[in-house]
T-cell receptor, first 113, second 112 residues
């Protein structure tokens, strides 16, 4: 079935900027969400893109291009507490499955001092 | 406090013994969902519910049942658990299927 692809691991330096990508093979997802999950914890919501373009919430920004089947989460001014796994999630695919939610397998972000 | 609660948090059981994991939310959300999380596979949706008495299959519904008799509750039922259902389970709720979902704390299930 449809899946959202994410790199499994990313390493970045404290204070820097990191971009984590989410791609899918064909279009058809209605909106893209991003979640953060610390080890042993539950996912927590970060951002949602209903339409193409950039959404900004503090240090976090998320981008969606449905024509390119691509989205990303951008984290600025990285802090050690940002070390976690990050998941993208899409509604769909297709109109008949618009209420279904598919998660990517997640990107584990490690921050080094 | 707005929250999603799940019980139990931890459960060890044996193959074939029916079990229910409860999920309750106090935010009057219409959309509720169950996920399982396995290493390297992210979260996979088991079942979801758009509203009372409206449920539908997610990506991995086999071996699970759900019901939505009241808006606040969405129990997950394993009629005959098997070892491949050993996993971490999350319940989530939201006002619609799009956008922010609130997750419960998770239930770690082991089936021997």
């Amino acid at each position: 079935g449809q899946s959202l692809e994410q790199p499994s691991e990313v390493t970045a330096v404290e204070g820097a900027i990191v971009q984590m990508n989410c791609t899918y093979q064909t279009s058809g997802f209605y909106g893209l969400s991003w979640y953060q999950q610390h080890d042993g914890g539950a996912p927590t919501f970060l951002s949602y893109n209903a339409l193409d373009g950039l959404e900004e919430t503090g240090r976090f920004s998320s981008f969606l291009s449905r024509s390119d089947s691509y989205g990303y989460l951008l984290l600025q001014e990285l802090q050690m507490k940002d070390s976690a796994s990050y998941f993208c999630a899409g509604n769909g695919p297709g109109y008949s499955s618009a209420s279904k939610i598919i998660f990517g397998s997640g990107t584990r972000l490690s921050i080094r001092p | 406090e707005a929250q999603v609660t799940q019980n139990p948090r931890y459960l060890i059981t044996v193959t074939g013994k029916k079990l229910t994991v409860t999920c309750s939310q106090n935010m009057n959300h219409e959309y509720m969902s169950w996920y399982r999380q396995d290493p390297g596979l992210g979260l996979r949706q088991i079942y979801y519910s758009m509203n009372v008495e409206v449920t539908d299959k997610g990506d991995v519904p086999e071996g699970y049942k759900v019901s939505r008799k009241e808006k606040r509750n969405f129990p997950l039922i394993l009629e005959s658990p098997s070892p491949n259902q050993t996993s971490l389970y999350f319940c989530a709720s939201s006002s619609t299927s799009a956008g922010e979902q609130y997750f419960g704390p998770g239930t770690r299930l082991t089936v021997t």
